[in-house]
C-alpha cells in the first residue's frame, strides 16, 4: 500500500531537549515536505526536498531542521524545542510536480507538545 | 506573491442540505488548485484538482469545484451532504516553478443531523 509513515504519533516534550520526528515513503517520490498545522492558520510549510541532498527552506523554517541522505526517508528535527513549536506536523511527499497524477501524500500526523 | 483564501472558518449545514465552500486565490501566473479534506485525527487526502482543461472538476465523495479565472475562484460545492462530510476542507494553490503549495486557513464543516 502506498503511504507516508510518521512516528511518533503523539509527542510530549520539554523546552530545550532535542527530538526528531521520523518520515519515510515508500512510492520512490523525489519530493516530500514537512508542514506544520496550527489553528486559524492552516498549514504552513517548513522545509522541503527536492531529491536526496537537496533541501530548501519554507515559510517557517526557524527552530528546524531537516536531511534528505535516503530517497525514502525526511527526517524534521528540533534541536532545542520551544514552547511555540506546539504544533501539529504532517509529513508529505509526491512524485512529479505538474504531471496528470500531481497531488500530495500525507502521513497521519505528529501531535508534538512542547512544555 | 501568491496567496489562498478561505473566508469561512466554519459551516453548518443540514443533513442533505448542499452547501457551498469558498476559496479565493491570488497569483500573477497561472496555477494549479487542489481540495483536500482532513477527517478527524487523520491526514489531509486530495478531494480533487484543477490542472488544466475543462472549468468544471468532479472529485471524490459527490464533491465538484468550479474553476472561475475571471473571478479567481476555485468554490468547492456538494448538492447533498452526508453525516460522513463532516471534516475540514483545504484549498490550495501551487505554480509551477515553485515546487509550492499555499494552503489557505482551512473550512470545517460541520453536517447536523
Known amino acids: 500500500e502506498a503511504q507516508v509513515t510518521q512516528n511518533p504519533r503523539y509527542l510530549i516534550t520539554v523546552t530545550g531537549k532535542k527530538l526528531t520526528v521520523t518520515c519515510s515513503q515508500n512510492?520512490?517520490?523525489?519530493?516530500m515536505s514537512w508542514y506544520r498545522q496550527d489553528p486559524g492558520l492552516g498549514l504552513r510549510q517548513i522545509y522541503y526536498?527536492?531529491?536526496?541532498?537537496?533541501?530548501d527552506k519554507g515559510d517557517v523554517p526557524e527552530g528546524y531542521k531537516v536531511s534528505r541522505k535516503e530517497k525514502r526517508n525526511f527526517p524534521l528535527i528540533l534541536e532545542s524545542p520551544s514552547p511555540n513549536q506546539t504544533s501539529l506536523y504532517f509529513c508529505?511527499?509526491?512524485?512529479?510536480?505538474?504531471?496528470?497524477?500531481?497531488?500530495?501524500?500525507f502521513g497521519s500526523g505528529t501531535q508534538l507538545s512542547v512544555l | 506573491a501568491q496567496s489562498v483564501t478561505q473566508l469561512d472558518s466554519q459551516v453548518p449545514v443540514f443533513e442533505e442540505a448542499p452547501v457551498e465552500l469558498r476559496c479565493n486565490y491570488s497569483s500573477s501566473v497561472s496555477v494549479y488548485l487542489f481540495w483536500y479534506v482532513q477527517y478527524p485525527n487523520q491526514g489531509l487526502q486530495l478531494l480533487l484538482k484543477?490542472?488544466?482543461?475543462?472549468?468544471l472538476v468532479k472529485g471524490i465523495n459527490g464533491f465538484e469545484a468550479e474553476f472561475n479565472k475571471s473571478q479567481t475562484s476555485f468554490h468547492l460545492r456538494k448538492p447533498s451532504v452526508h453525516i460522513s462530510d463532516t471534516a475540514e476542507y483545504f484549498c490550495a494553490a501551487a505554480t509551477s516553478g515553485t515546487y509550492k503549495y499555499i494552503f489557505g486557513t482551512g473550512t470545517r464543516l460541520k453536517v447536523l443531523a
Open positions: 484543477y490542472l488544466s482543461g475543462s472549468t
Open positions: 526536498s527536492m531529491n536526496v541532498e537537496v533541501t
Open positions: 508529505a511527499s509526491r512524485r512529479k510536480f505538474g504531471d496528470n497524477d500531481e497531488k500530495l501524500f
Open positions: 512510492m520512490n517520490h523525489e519530493y
